[in-house]
T-cell receptor
């Protein structure tokens, strides 16, 4: 059965801290790894990683994929209270049908 | 470009009634996906549709649930004879093609009383 595991499940930090969120996956017909940010409503797309070892960056957020070890990390530097959210990791499958297999998420709380 | 639209945002049904959830994909997107999020659980895939075709419904319960994406109009997720266990947030996502990111709507929160 396809599986995506995120750690930690929750994290509380102070503004200015740097955090690293982890995601490991065991998915047949793996295509890509995606990260989303979920506040009260719709998951918002952050990154899509298909190739190993290539870092993607957007402002204070960055992410990288290791296809040999089957994991990805999401880094957030200089955290702000607006970064408080649930961060979701999902594996995109391929081969006839495409679907996202989600982890349970990491709940990040950034305190002032 | 408007995002993925879902309605209603909140839906309350009594046990045994039918629930109809609607999803309009982003403009130019022909691939629609439905996911369910139960309390304390991650998002779970239900069904993947293209216009007038169900591509993969492996995540849908075998009974009471159905989905469609007609040539004209929104995609519909239909739940017949709802039970308390159907209470969840139902999210729709769309994409313009294969092997690209999916964009999510705000979800419909279904409560069965």
């Amino acid at each position: 059965e396809d599986k995506v595991v995120q750690s930690p499940l929750s994290l509380v930090v102070h503004e200015g801290d740097t955090v690293t969120l982890n995601c490991s996956y065991e998915v047949t017909n793996f295509r890509s790894l995606l990260w989303y940010k979920q506040e009260k409503k719709a998951p918002t797309f952050l990154f899509m990683l298909t190739s190993s070892g290539i870092e993607k960056k957007s402002g204070r957020l960055s992410s990288i994929l290791d296809k040999k070890e089957l994991f990805s990390i999401l880094n957030i530097t200089a955290t702000q209270t607006g970064d408080s959210a649930v961060y979701l990791c999902a594996a995109l499958t391929q081969g006839g049908s495409e679907k996202l297999v989600f982890g349970k998420g990491t709940k990040l709380t950034v305190n002032p | 470009n408007a995002g993925v639209m879902q309605n209603p945002r909140h839906l309350v049904r009594r046990r045994g009634q039918e629930a109809r959830l609607r999803c309009s994909p982003m403009k130019g997107h022909s691939h629609v996906y439905w996911y369910r999020q139960l309390p304390e659980e991650g998002l779970k895939f239900m069904v993947y549709l293209q216009k007038e075709n169900i591509i993969d419904e492996s995540g849908m319960p075998k009974e009471r649930f159905s989905a469609e994406f007609p040539k004209e109009g929104p995609s519909i997720l239909r739940i017949q004879q709802v039970v308390r266990g159907d209470s969840a947030a139902y999210f729709c996502a769309s994409s313009p093609g294969l092997s690209v990111e999916q964009y999510f709507g705000p979800g419909t929160r279904l409560t069965v009383t």
